[in-house]
C-alpha cells in the first residue's frame, strides 16, 4: 500500500511542472527508509542512514489488534544495524548483541560456534525449514550462443547424466549438515500442488512431487557414463570427454565473483564428481556488473550460484516451470515471450535471434524449442481457466514434461534448516515445531519473519530492553 494523498505531489503525471521523471517518487515510497511517507505497517520509519543503521518505531494508527483487543505491534522500537562486513556481523551475534537474526545472516556451519557461545551470549539457536526446492543449482543457458554447445544443452540425455553423476548424499552430510531432502531440483516441496490432488488427498500429490524430487538424483556414475556414450560424448585421447565430433568439450561453471564459500565448495565438489566421468569443468567467476546482460543476451555458458525458493503455488511465480522471462534457464525464449503483444514484438525478426535487441527466440525461428513451445502452450491455458483443480492439472502436465525432457536445472539439497538466534526473553517467536510447515523461509513472496508475526513478538521483562 502507498498513501495517494502524499506520494501524488511527486508523481510526474499528476504534477508534470514539477517533476520531470519518477526519481523523487522512488525515493519518497520508500517508507522503510523515508521518515516522512505514512505507513500502515506495525512500525514506522523514525530515522534511516545509508549502510548505517534504520530505526523503526510503534505505529500508533497500525489496523492489527491481538486476540483481546490489545492495540498491536508490542515492541515500541526495532533498530536494524548494516553491517559491510559479514563476518562483523557473525562477531556481534556470537558476543550477544543482537536480540533476532534474518535467517540470512548465519549458515550452517556457524551453527557449533553459535551453540558454544550461546550461554556467554544470551541466545537460543532456532531452525526454520527453508522450503528451498532445489538448495543451490546448476542450469545450462538452453540459448546459449555456441550453436555446438546448445546443441547438446539441449540434449536431456546429456543433462540427466550430469545430474546422475553428482554426489548430492556428501553434499548433503558436508554443506548441509544432513538436513533436507535429495533432490533432482523442483518448486518448494510446501507448493500446494504437492499437497493435494483432486480428491483433496495428499498422498498421490505428493508422489508427483517425489517422482519430479526423485527422477535424476539417484548417484549412479555408470549409468551417466552410458548415456554420454550414447549420444556419442566419448572419451578422447586426453582422457575427458569430447562432443561428437571430437573436438574438446570443458563446462564453465559461472558463479558472481562474490560468491560465498559455502556456494564455491559446493560447485568444487560436483565439479570434481563429474571429473570421475571424464567430464572436464572449470569453476568461473564472473563480476556481478554486466552479468545479468550478458546472460540475457546467451553469451553466458551456464548459472551455478542461483537456487529455487518459490512454489507457495506454481502459477504465483511461474518462471522456473516456463520461461516467460530472460533471468532463468531459457532466456531468449523468455524474453521473446516477454514481448508478446507488444510493439517490439514484430521487430528485427529478419535477424539472427541473438543479433536482435533484445535478444530473442520466437516461434517463427528455427531455434524454437518444442518442449519449451508445450509449456507455453500448456501456461498459456492456465492464465484462462477460471476453476482451481483444472489450473492445478495443467501445472501436474508441465512438471511431467520436467521429468520427461529435464532436468532444466539441477537441485542439490531441498528444505534445508535455515539457522538463526533469539535473544532469551523475546517471547511469541514461534519455533519450527509451532509451524504448520515448519518454516518457510526462501520465496521472495513469502516474506521471513514478517509472515510470522514479529508484531506479535514481546518482551518478558520490558524493562531490560529499553533504549
Known amino acids: 500500500m502507498a498513501p495517494r494523498h502524499h506520494l501524488e505531489q511527486f508523481n510526474p503525471v499528476l504534477n508534470p511542472d514539477k517533476y520531470k521523471d519518477w526519481d523523487e517518487h522512488t525515493k519518497r515510497i520508500r517508507f522503510v527508509t523515508n521518515p516522512d511517507c505514512p505507513t500502515m505497517t506495525g512500525w514506522k520509519c523514525e530515522s534511516f542512514e545509508e549502510g548505517v543503521r534504520g530505526v523503526y518505531t510503534r505505529n500508533p494508527y497500525y489496523w492489527c489488534v491481538d486476540a483481546e483487543g490489545n492495540q498491536l505491534p508490542y515492541i515500541d522500537r526495532i533498530v536494524s544495524t548494516t553491517f559491510q562486513n559479514s563476518e562483523v556481523e557473525k562477531l556481534n551475534v556470537i558476543q550477544g548483541k543482537s536480540d533476532f537474526t534474518h535467517h540470512w545472516v548465519l549458515s550452517l556451519d556457524d551453527v557449533p560456534n553459535l551453540r558454544q557461545n550461546a550461554d556467554a551470549g544470551g541466545y537460543e539457536v532456532r531452525f526454520w525449514e527453508s522450503g528451498s526446492g532445489s538448495g543451490t543449482s546448476f542450469f545450462f543457458s538452453y540459448d546459449y550462443n555456441d550453436p555446438k ?102 563446462i564453465q561453471v559461472i558463479v558472481a565473483s562474490n560468491t560465498g564459500k559455502n556456494t564455491i565448495a559446493q560447485n568444487e565438489q560436483m565439479i570434481r564428481d563429474w571429473r570421475q566421468i571424464g567430464i572436464k569443468a572449470t569453476l568461473t567467476p564472473v563480476p556481478p556488473q554486466g552479468r545479468r ?171 531490560r530492553h529499553t533504549s
Open 149 to 250: 554447445w546448445r546443441t547438446l544443452i539441449r540434449n536431456p540425455k546429456f543433462r540427466q547424466a550430469l545430474s546422475l553423476a553428482f554426489n548430492r548424499a556428501e553434499l548433503q552430510k558436508t554443506q548441509y549438515f544432513g538436513t533436507g531432502e535429495l533432490t533432482t531440483g523442483t518448486f518448494s516441496p510446501k507448493a500446494i500442488e504437492y499437497n493435494i490432488d483432486e480428491r483433496g488427498n495428499p498422498d498421490r500429490a505428493n508422489a508427483r512431487y517425489r517422482e519430479w524430487r526423485d527422477s535424476y538424483v539417484a548417484f549412479d556414475q555408470e549409468r551417466a557414463k552410458a548415456l554420454l556414450d550414447e549420444i556419442g560424448v566419448k572419451i578422447g585421447a586426453s582422457g575427458f570427454r569430447t562432443f561428437p565430433d571430437g573436438s574438446p568439450l570443458e
Open 293 to 463: 546482460d550478458d546472460w540475457f543476451a546467451g553469451k553466458l555458458m551456464s548459472n551455478a550460484d542461483w537456487g529455487i525458493g518459490d512454489g507457495p503455488n506454481h502459477l504465483v511465480y511461474p518462471q522456473w516451470l516456463v520461461p516467460i522471462e530472460p533471468e532463468r534457464w531459457a532466456p531468449l525464449h523468455g524474453q521473446g515471450y516477454q514481448l508478446r503483444g507488444t510493439a517490439s514484438e514484430k521487430e528485427e525478426l529478419d535477424k539472427d535471434p541473438w543479433q536482435r535487441a533484445p535478444a530473442r527466440i520466437v516461434p517463427s525461428d528455427r531455434d524454437f524449442d518444442p518442449v519449451i513451445a508445450k509449456l507455453h502452450e500448456i501456461y498459456d491455458k492456465t492464465k484462462v481457466e477460471p476453476e482451481f483443480l483444472k489450473r492445478t492439472q495443467m501445472v501436474w502436465e508441465m512438471m511431467k514434461t520436467h521429468v520427461e525432457n529435464g532436468p532444466f536445472v539441477q537441485g542439490s539439497v531441498a528444505n534445508f534448516d535455515r539457522a538463526f538466534i533469539v535473544k532469551k526473553g523475546l517471547m511469541n517467536v514461534p519455533k519450527k515445531e509451532d509451524l504448520a510447515l515448519g518454516g518457510f523461509t526462501d520465496p521472495w513472496i513469502h516474506p521471513t519473519p514478517a509472515v510470522y508475526d514479529p508484531e506479535a513478538w514481546y518482551w518478558d521483562d520490558p524493562s
